[in-house]
T-cell receptor
Framework: DQQVKQNSPSLSVQEGRISILNCDYTNSMFDYFLWYKKYPAEGPTFLISISSIKDKNEDGRFTVFLNKSAKHLSLHIVPSQPGDSAVYFCAASGDNDMRFGAGTRLTVKP | DAGITQSPRYKITETGRQVTLMCHQTWSHSYMFWYRQDLGHGLRLIYYSAAADITDKGEVPDGYVVSRSKTENFPLTLESATRSQTSVYFC?????????????????FGPGTRLTVT
């Protein structure tokens, strides 16, 4: 069972516009959420995280929103840049468990 | 060099053979993890370790064995490789598993090992 779902396998946006990547989870024990970015032939790298005691965390162009009642989080990238083109993984942890989503491939077109 | 390294980066082996993937980290992180990445599944946790000599199963442990005699090393062994174990394997480390309210406890990933079982 996929406890963390990223329903959009891919997303394409124009440079300068907003990118919104979505993630849903099912396990109510998850209390910490992270986004990772992955370039080809490299390991994932941490991007931004949010604790369940918050509903928003911002770091430069990246903002993560958490809606606990809907078990949904999203990553906003504003403005999007061509260098943001990568696969983005959502991760959820809690109760000694960590699960990753299947990833969303973001393409930012110049 | 500081960081987390994996070896080999690429490996081709035959069905039934034993193969060991190595992982080494220089940060003295307590936690280490092994994931496999497959299309449509994202990253799935195979095993993790909270400290030397302490290991625990993840989501997909069958067919894999781990050990952790030293904090910095966390080898993953496929005792009898199968074609279904063809994948990209990532090792990661972190300071802790974290608790709600902590600012960050991200995992640091190695570059990956691409394993092909023929």
């Amino acid at each position: 069972d996929q406890q963390v779902k990223q329903n959009s396998p891919s997303l394409s946006v124009q440079e300068g516009r907003i990118s919104i990547l979505n993630c849903d989870y099912t396990n109510s024990m998850f209390d910490y959420f992270l986004w990772y970015k992955k370039y080809p032939a490299e390991g994932p790298t941490f991007l931004i995280s949010i604790s369940s005691i918050k509903d928003k965390n911002e770091d430069g162009r990246f903002t993560v929103f958490l809606n606990k009642s809907a078990k949904h989080l999203s990553l906003h990238i504003v403005p999007s840049q061509p260098g943001d083109s990568a696969v983005y993984f959502c991760a959820a942890s809690g109760d000694n468990d960590m699960r990753f989503g299947a990833g969303t491939r973001l393409t930012v077109k110049p | 060099d500081a960081g987390i390294t994996q070896s080999p980066r690429y490996k081709i082996t035959e069905t039934g053979r034993q193969v060991t993937l190595m992982c080494h980290q220089t940060w003295s992180h307590s936690y280490m993890f092994w994931y496999r990445q497959d299309l449509g599944h994202g990253l799935r946790l195979i095993y993790y370790s909270a400290a030397a000599d302490i290991t625990d199963k993840g989501e997909v442990p069958d067919g894999y064995v781990v050990s952790r005699s030293k904090t910095e090393n966390f080898p993953l062994t496929l005792e009898s490789a199968t074609r279904s174990q063809t994948s990209v394997y990532f090792c990661a480390s972190s300071e802790s598993l974290g608790q709600a309210g902590q600012t960050s406890y991200e995992q640091y990933f190695g570059p990956g090992t691409r394993l092909t079982v023929t």
